[in-house]
């Protein structure tokens, strides 16, 4: 796996073990870093990496709620 690759699984990992402090502040730190990849999502669009987490993050605040 690349890099990417294995912050993305790391940031979910977190997420799906409850740890949503750790989760929340991986996507914040994806979202203002300077580096950008493409991203597959689930249902084969391409995203940018940033707006990716953003959207992880907008969902696991709903769900924590």
């Known amino acids: 796996y690349s890099s990417a690759a294995s912050d993305v699984y790391k940031r979910q ?3 799906a073990v409850g740890e949503y402090e750790l989760a929340q502040q ?3 730190d994806a979202i203002a ?8 999502l689930a249902n084969g669009d391409w995203i940018d990496s940033r707006r990716a987490a953003q959207m992880a993050l907008l969902s696991l605040d709903a769900s924590a709620e």
Do not use: V
């Open 13 to 15: 990992a977190y997420a």
């Open 26 to 28: 991986a996507y914040r």
């Open 33 to 40: 870093s300077d580096d950008r990849y493409e991203l597959e």
